[in-house]
């Protein structure tokens, strides 16, 4: 398709767009996102707060927006402040892994995928506002069993928990 995409809608953070007969939400000003895979002492840190789109409360991994506060904002700075933020872990170490695309058929943004290591405990975490974050530390020998709990309790499952799955899933 090289016909160019136009603006349908402009908000804060994301823009609405159509090209040719293909609709899609794009992330507005060039923000991005990290999403943090945080492991301390064979445990994964989780989050899990309520989620406007979903109507109820989704666990993820720890993730955040790159570039909403501060233009040209490196990726791993961001992750070691929304780690920070939302469990109240400070990383010794952020190492990108790599980027990845959301969700391709339907949104243009993408994420940088990274690791965050020597995790020190700072604060309880919980993020700022009303944003209401549950910190979870869960065993990796045990993360089939706390997601599937989870879910039976009516907790969304973000995509990017299939990373922690993928075993379960493979075996």
Known sequence: MNSPADTVWEGK???VKKQGTWEYVSRARNIQAAVILAIDKGEVILVEQYRVPLGKRCLELPAG???????GEAPEASAARELE????YRPAAIETIGYFQSSPGMVSEGFTLV???GLTRVSDGGGHGDEDITVHRVPLDGIADFVAARRAEGVAIDVRMLLLLSQSILS
């Open 115 to 117: 690791r965050a290591t």
């Open 65 to 71: 927006l790159v570039g909403d506060e501060e233009e």
């Open 13 to 15: 953070y994301i823009l």
């Open 85 to 88: 933020e939302e469990t109240g």
